[in-house]
């Protein structure tokens, strides 16, 4: 479904990510872990549009992505969410989760404005996949909220119905877990859980080694931008490469 082919990305003399190859199985649960700075943003900012790469290929469903924006990667099945909240404050939590249906839907300007039949059946369609979504997430209950009004856990999950909105095939999260206490985690492990049986292949880019342990088919290490290990977690946890470059000491 993904496959990264000898990805790399310079910033000017920096080589953010180095010769990375990877692939993804659908319906599967991956994680992409590292050191501080060992270029997961960087690879996951490739793979969801934000970047183009300096080299090499993103395959999804046999197309070269590379490239393509995120609203295009949106429409081929492909979403994410942010280590920093990028939701809006302003506006309610359910339209912060249709923005992310509106990126798939392919709504005419013109029929929009005059508010025609067939786009007011569209808007409460998608209004109420969001409520189902909110309830998948565990946030029913702030379905009339403002999203100013949510404490931060059920921001993390606003986000992630919002990523779903877009019917995507593959999502990626980066750093779900981040700022979540351990309850919440469990929660989160929980849903992302869901989301994999639900037939959508995710990618994970998480600090938490034990949320990654418990979820992850596949591991793929990253360590100055370079592939340091792949596999399992008992493989990558064994493996004395990784130990290392966790550690900070020569293997
Ligand atoms: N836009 C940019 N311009 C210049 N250098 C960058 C840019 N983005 C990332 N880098 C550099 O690329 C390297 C990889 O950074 P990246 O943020 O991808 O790592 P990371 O593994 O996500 O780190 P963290 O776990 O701290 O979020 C770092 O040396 C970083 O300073």
Same mark, same amino acid.
């Given at each position: ?37 060992? %270029? ?8 969801? %549009? ?10 999804? !469903? &046999?197309?070269?992505? @590379? ?26 939590? =359910? ?22 039949? +067939? ?18 997430? &565990?946030? %029913? +209950? ?34 779900? @877990?981040?700022?979540? !206490? ?9 849903? =992302?859980?869901? =989301? +994999?049986?639900? &037939? ?10 034990? *949320? ?9 290490? *990253? ?15 064994? !493996? ?12």
């Amino acid at each position: 479904m993904l496959t990264i082919e000898h990805l790399s990305k310079s910033f000017g003399g920096v080589h953010a990510v180095q010769d990375v190859s990877f692939t993804a199985r659908e319906g599967a649960i991956h994680s992409v872990i590292g050191p501080n700075g060992a %270029g997961k943003t960087t690879l996951f900012n490739l793979v969801s %549009g934000i970047y183009a790469p300096t080299s090499g290929r993103i395959m999804l !469903n &046999g197309e070269d992505v @590379a490239g393509l924006a995120p609203d295009a990667l949106a429409r081929r099945g492909l979403s994410r969410t942010f280590q920093n909240l990028q939701v809006c404050m302003n506006m309610t939590a =359910i339209d912060n989760v249709m923005v992310g249906a509106h990126l798939r839907l392919n709504q005419n300007l013109f029929a929009s404005m005059l508010r025609l039949p +067939a786009v007011r059946r569209m808007d409460v369609q998608c209004r109420a996949e969001a409520a189902r979504l909110m309830e998948f997430v &565990g946030v %029913g +209950a702030y379905k009339d909220a403002d999203a100013g009004q949510m404490p931060y856990g059920a921001l993390k999950r606003l986000e992630i119905a919002r990523a779903l909105a877009a019917s995507p095939k593959i999502l990626l999260l980066d750093e779900p @877990a981040a700022g979540l !206490n351990h309850t919440e985690t469990g929660e989160i492990e929980e849903l =992302i859980r869901k =989301i +994999a049986q639900s &037939g959508v292949t995710v990618l994970l880019v998480e600090h938490d080694m034990k *949320l990654v342990m418990n979820l992850s088919e596949h591991i793929l290490v *990253l360590d100055y931008g370079k592939t340091l290990a792949v596999g399992t977690g008992a493989e990558v946890r064994a !493996n004395p490469d990784v130990i290392a470059a966790y550690l900070g000491a020569p293997a």
